[in-house]
């Protein structure tokens, strides 16, 4: 047996032995969300500009309806609509993910219910072919699809904070989110420097599948974001989209008036 193999099993042995279920915590709201309508581009690597987009949320009582939509210079579409409760702590109770066009791997549409555990996912497959998956999973209670980017200004940047997400490979998968920060940066903005703080996003996979990901290098990247230090809000993000995808820089934008 090679020895990359041996190392590789022994491994996924240990790791069966060693697990156990990990306690689900919500993150407790410090600052109560309110109406936003912003705007957005994503970049690659070399700062071009790929998509632009917006960001828009609205409450309504302890709820707020928030989503994301970015139009690709492609024509690719990538969206996110969440429904959430801010009712001392955050709690996601309905999300979609849509995605598709030439800039992802796949086209595919991501649904859940955090009330009824029902997860529906359809994709195409590599051959073309149209498939659906649909699941009854135990979502924990600290899920937190699609409300990073709102959520992540209540984190605690003194220690780190656990979160879970359910993830497509296609078939859905709970993964959990380390996110701690790693310090100060600064920005300017209309000339003003400001201070934002840093965090890092491990991603978690768990279990003798997270072992196997690391031995054989399919670790998922992590996950940067900044947040303003003052009044914490969401500035920037460098992140994949979707499984194995490029890192793609979101940001915020300025609305630019005609003349």
Not at 158 to 173: C, G, W, Y
């Amino acid at each position: 047996m090679p020895i990359g193999t041996y190392k590789l099993l022994r491994c996924l042995a240990l790791a069966s032995l060693a697990c156990v279920a990990l306690r689900s915590e919500p993150l407790p709201v410090r600052h109560t969300r309110g109406f936003i309508h912003g705007f957005v581009v994503l970049k690659d690597v070399d700062d071009k500009i790929l998509a632009s987009g917006e960001v828009v949320q609205t409450p309504s009582g302890s709820r707020l309806n928030g989503g994301m939509t970015l139009h690709f210079n492609d024509g690719s579409v990538y969206q996110e609509t969440t429904v959430f409760s801010q009712r001392r702590v955050f709690h996601l109770l309905k999300y979609k993910q849509v995605q598709k066009g030439p800039s992802f791997k796949r086209d595919e549409a991501l649904s859940l219910d955090t009330a009824t555990g029902n997860v529906t996912i359809q994709y195409t497959d590599k051959d073309g072919k149209e498939k659906n998956i649909s699941d009854h999973l135990s979502l924990p209670a600290d899920l937190a699809n699609g409300i990073i980017p709102t959520v992540i200004a209540d984190v605690d940047p003194r220690a780190e904070t656990t979160l879970a997400m359910l993830v497509s490979t296609p078939k859905p998968r709970v993964v959990k989110l380390k996110i701690a920060a790693s310090g100060e940066e600064s920005y300017s903005g209309a000339g003003v420097a400001a201070k934002a703080t840093h965090y890092i996003i491990k991603i978690d996979i768990g279990g003798v599948t997270g072992v196997a990901a690391k031995v054989l290098g399919k670790q998922p990247p992590p996950v940067d974001i900044w947040v303003t230090k003052e009044a914490p809000t969401f500035l920037r993000s460098d992140a994949p989209l979707y499984e194995d995808g490029p890192i793609w820089r979101i940001e915020l934008a300025s609305p630019v008036w005609r003349k």
